[in-house]
């Protein structure tokens, strides 16, 4: 006797299937819909943006996205007094601080972005950048600048390996991971939507955007605005499985004497980055885009072109003072 009956009796194997078929096309019928929210977190808007045909799985799998990026937020604020960050620069001038695997491994990351980008990157940009309130409308004094420029320098964090632990060689050292963190939000949304079965989501927050899979067959569809003009799109590039960063002069700023303060920090002058209006970076990996695109706003269009050609898989668009756009390499037409 065969151990599958069905062997025996092909009709029973046929009407199985055919009850499973009628089962499978009746009692399933296709649940699958968009589920998105915004909330505030990191200081900007974070929105989520799936597709699934589960309907209790879809709103968890949204929620699961913020709680995600509310425990970065703990950890990376320079905002919370007892975030980890918050702890390092308080200390790591007096005494060597346990970072955890996690930020420990964000601070390296930025330390060799910082190499890459020859500086034009540089977390400690904070010793400065820490007197600017975009939205009092202040700014560091002569004095202050002149005292605190000499610490906006990486080399100046010691990462021991060894230990997890982060040090300052000079008092007054402060780090701030606002040019990367938002990527590594994104980036890590993207891998929890995974782990719950979804396949296409956009996850956003502030100019970050990490794209998982397609917008189901279609490519996603990501504009870059006017820097001048919010309700103006400059252009709009289709993606998948992608991620888009764009860093821009008009997010966080004020006017004084007809001056355009923001918060891109060019690291040698402690001033803000002039030369372009806004630099877009798509790659990847949403960790690289974000740092990339802070760098290549404080670089130039030149300078930070020339670096993003280096880069495989990374490609840039960056918007001048004069609202002329230039585009890295692998975006130009063949001719
Ligand atoms: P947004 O925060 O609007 O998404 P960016 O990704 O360009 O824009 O990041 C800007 C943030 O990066 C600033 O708010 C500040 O926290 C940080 N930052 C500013 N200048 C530098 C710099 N030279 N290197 C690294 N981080 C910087
Ligand atoms: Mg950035």
């Keep these: 006797m065969s151990s599958n009956g069905s062997k025996d009796k092909p009709w029973l194997a046929i009407t199985l299937a055919s009850v499973l078929l009628v089962f499978t096309i009746f009692s ?23 597709w699934h ?6 709103p968890e799998a949204v929620a699961a996205v913020f709680t995600e990026v509310a425990r970065l937020d703990r950890l990376m604020s320079t905002y919370i007094e007892d975030s980890r960050i918050s702890e390092i620069n308080r200390d790591a001038a007096t005494r060597p ?18 190499v890459l980008t020859r500086g034009a ?21 002569e004095d202050t600048m002149a005292e605190e420029l000499p610490l906006i320098d990486y080399r100046l964090v010691e990462t021991n390996r060894g230990d997890g632990t982060v040090s300052f060689l000079q008092p007054g050292v402060r780090i701030n991971l606002g040019g990367i963190a938002k990527g590594y939000a994104v980036e890590r949304g993207v891998v929890v939507l995974q782990s ?10 502030g100019g970050d955007t990490r794209l998982l899979g397609d917008r189901r067959g279609q490519p996603w569809m990501v504009g870059i605005r006017d820097p001048r003009d ?29 001056e355009r303060y923001h918060h891109i920090i060019v690291p040698s002058t402690g001033a803000p980055a002039g030369e372009v209006h806004s630099s877009t970076i798509i790659g990847p990996d949403a960790v ?20 993003i ?19 890295s390499d692998g975006l130009r037409s063949p001719d």
């Design 230 to 258: 919010e309700d103006t799109v400059a252009v709009t590039i289709p993606l998948e499985h992608e991620a888009i960063s764009t860093s821009g002069d008009y997010e966080r700023f004020f006017e004084e004497d007809g």
């Design 309 to 327: 050609a280096t880069l495989p898989d990374y490609e840039g668009i960056v918007i001048d003072a004069d609202g002329k756009m230039f585009y």
């Design 196 to 205: 719950l079965g979804v396949r296409h989501a956009r996850v956003t927050a």
């Design 53 to 58: 045909d589960d309907p209790e799985l879809g």
């Design 121 to 141: 990157f540089d977390i400690t940009y904070d010793s400065v950048g820490q007197h600017y309130d975009f939205r009092e409308g202040r700014r560091p004094d």
């Design 97 to 114: 601080v346990e970072a955890g695997d996690e930020l420990f491994g964000l601070i390296l990351r930025s330390l060799d972005i910082a």
């Design 28 to 50: 399933r019928p296709s649940l699958a819909e968009w589920y998105g929210e915004t909330q505030p977190h990191m200081g900007t808007e974070i929105s989520v943006y799936l």
């Design 288 to 307: 690289l885009t974000d740092a990339l695109s802070t760098s290549v706003f404080v670089m130039g269009v030149d300078q930070g072109l020339r670096l």
